[in-house]
């Protein structure tokens, strides 16, 4: 595999401007500053702000880099400089080779075109020849799945058949890079897996910077990862998931109040190790390897003939990853009513550093279905500090040996 260094980015910085009157008097100003060959004020002006600052980066054939960060860190606007679309006011890109780009819905499709016009133009953008487009164009549509569809206006659509269309013509016209930007997450699951294959195969000979708020597919895909926060750039290379556990942290968890039913009233979650308990409004940390204790008081409003308590295990990403529903294995009662007060061991975790929820969920075994009696999602939230960093929750363990 070649991996000569396709993208190459050196000091990059666009700044904005909040007010609107403002913005149009300095964007006269600053092409008057063009006309006469002079250089930009690099400082900020009144009511402009950096949305890009300094960041700086290259990617090679056959890597993948994952820009994450929370809603106006910049990440959008530093793939349009990359594409093109808005020009830097500092700082230097350099891009090698054909781009293909899917940054935003509809991107590059003209609206009143057919699905097939708008491959063929959009090919011809690329610098593609009639011939060259006619040999692809066959696998564009197979991909897409509009077949049915191929004649008619791109407006038409919906916004899946876009996105399918418009990632089915920037991964088949084998592209150096390929920027992505969020648009997956239109698809569905069947077009997504599609999509994964796709890249894969195009990492072999592509760079892919790939924008996405979800972790998984960061995950899935990156082999470096850029997280951006108020327009600068932490850079994470070769440990992609040292990255996405930074990304993590810089989260804001609102605590709410609980949302009890007519039948029962959750009063307090605890949730600690061994040495200190916390309640919700704490922030509590354990240590990977750790036992983890829960410790719940209920009010049953109503008498229940056999109470089952069940904990759900949701990771950062609000997955669902483990259950513990062996309640009634160690207490077996009947007709409860008043308070039920009762604590579980979660032996030697070993999930990998992030931040966790329990939700708990109490039910009267002794109806025919079961009845849900309370359930709390995201009861109580607590963290893991471990050297572990993978993106997945659980972090297995086990023995290896050489074979001779």
């Known amino acids: 595999m ?13 700044k904005f401007c909040r007010s609107l009157k403002r913005s149009l008097w300095y964007g006269v100003q600053d092409i008057g500053t063009e006309l006469l060959n002079r250089r930009k004020t690099p400082e900020l002006r009144t009511d402009e702000f950096w949305a890009v600052h300094d960041v700086n980066f290259e990617l090679r054939r ?26 830097p006011d500092k700082g230097s890109i350099t891009m090698r080779g054909r781009v293909g780009a899917l940054i935003e819905l509809g991107t590059g499709f003209n609206p009143i075109l057919t699905g097939r016009e708008n491959i063929y133009s959009n090919g011809a953008v690329l ?53 992505v930007d969020e648009v ?31 972790m998984p597919q960061i995950a899935r895909m990156a082999t470096q990862i850029m ?28 605590i709410v109040d609980f949302q009890n039913s007519d039948k029962a009233i959750l009063q307090n979650v605890r949730v600690g190790n061994d040495r200190k308990m916390s309640d919700r409004t704490e922030d509590c940390v354990v240590e990977y390897g750790d036992d983890i204790y829960v410790e719940i008081e209920i009010k049953l409003l109503q008498k229940v003939k056999k109470p089952h308590l069940s904990l759900a295990l949701y990771d950062q990403e609000q997955r669902i990853f483990a259950q513990i529903w062996n309640f009634m294995e160690y207490i077996d009662i009947e007709d409860c009513s008043g308070e039920l007060k009762v604590r579980t061991k979660i032996s030697r975790n070993n999930f990998a550093q992030g931040k966790y929820s329990i939700t708990v969920i109490l ?13 709390i999602q995201s009861a109580i939230y607590f963290t893991v500090n471990s050297k572990v960093h993978g993106w997945a929750p659980i972090q297995m363990e086990s023995e290896w040996e050489l074979i001779k």
């Open 227 to 254: 997280l951006m926060e108020k327009g600068e750039g932490l850079y994470f290379a070769g440990e992609a998931s040292l990255g996405i556990t930074e990304y993590y942290k810089r989260y804001k968890l609102e």
């Open 62 to 87: 056959g890597e993948c880099l994952g820009l994450i960060g929370h809603n106006g860190a910049g990440k959008s606007t530093l793939l349009k400089m990359l594409n093109g679309l808005i020009k």
């Open 363 to 375: 039910s009267d075994e002794a109806t025919a279905s079961g009845e849900t009696l309370l359930r």
């Open 2 to 14: 070649n991996s000569e260094t396709l993208i190459q980015v050196e000091s990059l910085s666009k």
């Open 184 to 214: 997956l997450a239109v698809g569905d699951m069947g077009f997504i897996l599609k999509c994964y294959n796709r890249m894969d195969k195009l990492l072999q000979n592509t760079a892919v910077i790939l924008v996405s708020h979800n």
């Open 127 to 179: 610098g593609f020849t009639k011939k060259e487009i006619n040999e692809k164009f066959d696998a564009i549509v197979d991909f897409a799945e509009i077949g049915e569809f191929l004649d008619t206006p791109v407006q038409n659509y919906s916004s899946g058949m876009r996105v399918r269309l418009g990632f089915a013509v920037a991964s088949h016209m084998e592209p150096d890079v390929l920027l």
